[in-house]
């Protein structure tokens, strides 16, 4: 099969296509045949070498790359299920169309790829209302904005800021915190403020301004709650009342615990509850999904160059 990995490190120029050997799953795993694969900034981080600098894994010969993942599970492990091979609880079987997300940092093969290996834990089923182009599209951010709001255990009628509220996670950010009646405050470009609001955004500050002062003109006290999906840190936090909490999204050094604010840093995890929970969202309508562009995998290097150029809104999506 084909596969997209990283062996220099050395960002998008340095990703190869190569052909390798249809990986087999072992106990508690799914094989799925790629329909279809996103291409979110962690792949480009992955491609330069940043879980190596950060020291999140250690250095090794080759990267598969690729998080996200749509597409038919043709093969599962040896886990027994009345004397038929079925994921535990027969949840996923041969055949079914599904979303998952690979959140290993050092596997040799990930998602962009014509076939992908995943603990069953890491896949469920895709919504019923999208292409498999479509579902590609929000498991990995989906996840990370979930997560980061569970973290933060906000009660109606809170205030919620998010920053980078245009990007992946944190327009998905703003669709959760308008779906639990947090009131949400979206830093973004200015161009942006039109889909952030239509996101769900109750208010809007310009990222160019000074974060702290303009988020306090909204909330004079300061909000009570910060998904720093733009991973500002301390700038980002000033807005944020004594006692408040923060989540920081990994990337960088965790900021400090001023004024009595919890600090939590989060590192998503695929796990099958809140993929499961992403997609009831998705099919009830919160959540939407958006596709920026699809490249065939052979062209993944221009996907990737595009994507590191900036200005994409939505995903590039890589089919095999």
Do not use: C
């Not at 879980?51 to 599970?73: C, H, I, S, Y």
């Not at 990994?250 to 615990?257: D, K, T, V």
């Amino acid at each position: 099969m084909r596969a997209l990995v990283a062996r220099r490190l050395d960002g998008p120029d340095a990703i190869e296509l190569i052909e390798t050997d249809v990986p087999e799953p072992a106990a508690g795993q799914v094989r799925i045949k790629v329909a279809a694969a996103a291409v979110n900034p962690v792949d480009l981080a992955v491609s330069a070498g940043m879980p190596v600098e950060f020291g999140l894994t250690a250095a090794r010969q080759q990267f598969g790359l690729g998080w996200d993942v749509a597409g038919t599970v043709d093969a599962v492990g040896p886990t027994q299920n009345d004397g038929r091979k079925t994921t535990r609880g027969g949840r996923l079987r041969i055949g079914d169309a599904a979303v998952g997300v690979a959140d290993l940092l050092g596997r040799d093969l990930k998602t962009h790829a014509e076939y992908v290996v995943l603990d069953e834990e890491a896949a469920t089923s895709v919504p019923r209302k999208l292409a498999l182009t479509e579902a590609a599209t929000f498991g990995l951010n989906g996840l990370t904005a979930l997560q980061a709001i569970k973290a933060l255990e906000p009660e109606p009628g809170q205030t919620l800021l998010v920053t980078g509220a245009a990007g992946g996670v944190g327009g998905y950010a703003v669709e959760i915190a308008k779906y639990l009646g947090l009131t949400v405050i979206a830093a973004a470009s200015a161009h942006d403020e039109e889909l952030v609001r239509l996101m769900g955004a109750e208010h809007f500050v310009d990222r160019s301004q000074d974060l702290a002062t303009a988020v306090r003109r909204i909330a004079p006290g300061g909000v009570d709650a910060l998904v720093d999906a733009a991973v500002v840190g301390v700038g980002a936090q000033e807005a944020v009342r004594n006692g408040g909490r923060h989540v920081h999204l990994q990337g960088g050094p965790r900021p400090p615990h001023l004024r009595g604010i919890s600090v939590k840093q989060l590192f998503v995890q695929a796990n099958r509850s809140d993929l499961e929970e992403l997609v009831r969202l998705v099919d009830a309508g919160p959540l939407s999904t958006r596709v920026a562009d699809v490249h065939p995998l052979t062209e993944a290097a221009a996907a990737y160059k595009r994507l590191a150029g900036g200005g994409v809104r939505g995903r590039l999506v890589l089919v095999p």
